[in-house]
Every structure is written in C-alpha cells, then in structure tokens.
Antibody, heavy 118, light 110 residues
C-alpha cells in the first residue's frame, strides 16, 4: 500500500524557516516524480513545487520561487521542502503527492500544517 | 483566483444526477488530461478520476468524467448523502510548468 507521511510543520514567525519531510513507503520511490501542494485554511489546492525522480530537475510556483527548495533522498525514500523567508500567506496545510504514470497526482499524504504568525 | 474555473457550489437530491464543470485554456485542459479529486473535511484529496474519464480501483461507477476542448466535467449519478463534500479538477499547465487546480465545488445533497 502506498503511504506518504508528512512531518515538520508548526508555528513559525514571519521571516523564519522550516523544513518539511515526506516519508514514502509501499512503492519504488526513486521511480516517481514528487510534488508539494498546499491548501490555505478554507481555501483551494495550490501547486507548490515538483522534483524529478532522480532529483535532477525541479520546478516552483512563482509565489515560492527563490524562497522554497524541494529535494529528495532516494536512499531514505524521503521528500523534502525547505521553506525560507516565510510569510503569513504561506500559512497552509502542505501535502506531498506522488505523480503516477498517466494518472496525475495519484497518492497524497495526510498533510502537515504550517502557520506563519508572530 | 484559480487558473481553472469551477462553480463554487452545486446541489442535487438523493438519486439525482449532477454535473460539475471545469473550464480552462489551451495551455492546460486543452492539451493535457484532467483529474478530479474528492476531499472530505480535514482530510487529503482523494483521486476520483484520472486521464479525463478513468476511475481508480475502488471508485464507484456512479462517478464519471469527460473532457471537450478546454472544458471538463464530473458527473455523479445516483447521488448519495456521503457525496456531500468538495470536488476539485486539476491538470498540468504547459505555460506555468506546473499543476493547476480549480477553486473547488462544494456539493450539497438536499
């Protein structure tokens, strides 16, 4: 069974940093592109970033470009999101998601809440 | 403002058939497959439809998807009370080089 478990969320002050992790199991992690998607309280889903299966290529939404860094450790089956210079508008539940072959974002973690507030 | 446009709400009575629309452009729906997600309150989105009209195993055949040009639709037949949750459409956008989502539709079963 595919499992994605996020961790690392919490309360951080504006301008601060946080690193999210997503532990994957139940599938060959190194074969799949992975994504981060966030959802602000009471709002819709917004794509944040993605990383190629071997980690060699990354893409970001304009709203986080230059502040967030996505990475992965295939030996540890773990996806990361380093978030710097955090703003109040980054407050959201952050989900990691697997990109299936021909099936879009087919598996999601339970999410981890990031709150940016003083 | 979401890249894909969905109605914020939809409604129907038990047993009825309802459809939810999703409108995009040539750079997203017009050139890529559409997925639909169902999200219960406080939980992660669940894949409902992929590749425009394919159902993952375990999804009832009451749910169906279609796409035409730069628009897509999700149809739910035999409406049940447990269908009263949020639905999102999504696809890849070639211009933005990322996934784009609709704003979500809250379905009410009257």
């Amino acid at each position: 069974e595919v499992q994605l478990v996020e961790s690392g969320g919490g309360l951080v002050q504006p301008g601060g940093s946080l690193r999210l992790s997503c532990a994957a199991s139940g599938f060959t992690f190194s074969s799949y592109w992975m994504h981060w998607v966030r959802q602000a309280p009471g709002k819709g889903l917004v794509w944040v970033s993605r990383v190629k299966d071997d980690g060699s290529d990354t893409k970001y939404a304009d709203s986080v470009k230059g502040r967030f860094t996505i990475s992965r450790d295939n030996a540890k089956n773990t996806l990361y999101l380093q978030m710097n210079s955090l703003r109040a508008e980054d407050t959201a539940v952050y989900y990691c998601a697997r990109a299936g072959v021909g099936s879009g974002l087919d598996s999601w973690g339970q999410g981890t809440l990031v709150t940016v507030s003083s | 403002q979401s890249v894909l446009t969905q109605p914020p709400s939809a409604s129907g009575t038990p047993g009825q058939r309802v459809t939810i629309s999703c409108s995009g452009s040539s750079s997203n729906i017009g050139s890529n497959a559409v997925n639909w997600y169902q999200q219960l309150p406080g939980t992660a989105p669940k894949l409902l439809i992929y590749s425009n009209n394919q159902r993952p195993s375990g999804v009832p055949d009451r749910f169906s998807g279609s796409k035409s040009g730069t628009s897509a639709s999700l149809a739910i037949s035999g409406l049940q009370s447990e269908d009263e949750v949020d639905y999102y459409c999504a696809t890849w956008d070639d211009s933005l080089n990322g996934w784009v989502f609709g704003g979500g539709t809250k379905l009410t079963v009257l």
